[in-house]
């Protein structure tokens, strides 16, 4: 069987620095993965959002994989991506964790991605717990 010339890229897209904060965490624990892109929305506001976008969509061939990473459901880059984006290689991911990207990122491209993002959803949320009260419960498991 050949192998696909297709490239899975990613773009984490957030409001201020925080792009640049994620990757670097991934940086520290993953290494340097290639095909990522940053979006640090309005700390410049001389660089329009959209101008930022359409750099990152020439980066990406009809046969590549674009997987976006936005910070808010329903914010302005999450919303100013959907507009430019809505492509059937380009999947979208708002609200992420770095369990999530992590899982994505680390992904074996032969894997289709739906299957890929639907699996990291699903164990990033469980990553997502009140600690106090996880640490609460186990106390009173031990002390009964």
Request: aromatic fraction near 4%; glycine fraction near 4%.
């Given at each position: 069987?050949?192998?696909s010339?297709?490239?899975?890229?990613?773009?984490?897209?957030?409001?201020?620095?925080?792009?640049a904060?994620?990757?670097?965490?991934?940086?520290?624990?993953?290494?340097?993965?290639?095909?990522?892109?940053?979006?640090?929305a309005?700390?410049?506001?001389?660089?329009?959002?959209d101008?930022?976008?359409?750099?990152?969509?020439?980066?990406?061939?009809?046969?590549?994989?674009?997987?976006?990473?936005?910070?808010?459901?329903?914010?302005?880059i999450t919303?100013?991506?959907?507009?430019?984006?809505?492509?059937?290689?380009?999947?979208?991911?708002?609200g992420?964790?770095?369990?999530?990207?992590?899982?994505?990122l680390m992904?074996?491209?032969?894997?289709?991605?739906?299957?890929?993002?639907?699996?990291?959803?699903?164990?990033?949320?469980?990553?997502?717990?009140?600690?106090?009260?996880?640490?609460?419960?186990?106390?009173?498991?031990?002390?009964?």
């Amino acid at each position: 069987m050949e192998k696909s010339d297709k490239i899975r890229k990613f773009l984490i897209a957030t409001h201020g620095t925080f792009a640049a904060g994620v990757k670097s965490s991934l940086d520290l624990i993953i290494g340097a993965i290639e095909n990522v892109f940053l979006i640090q929305a309005y700390i410049n506001a001389d660089i329009a959002v959209d101008t930022q976008i359409n750099e990152v969509l020439d980066q990406v061939s009809d046969t590549d994989e674009l997987v976006v990473f936005c910070d808010i459901l329903g914010g302005s880059i999450t919303n100013q991506i959907l507009q430019h984006a809505l492509k059937p290689n380009v999947h979208v991911i708002s609200g992420f964790n770095l369990p999530l990207l992590i899982e994505v990122l680390m992904s074996d491209t032969d894997t289709p991605v739906e299957e890929v993002i639907a699996s990291a959803l699903n164990n990033a949320k469980e990553q997502m717990t009140y600690v106090n009260k996880l640490l609460t419960a186990q106390k009173e498991d031990q002390d009964d």
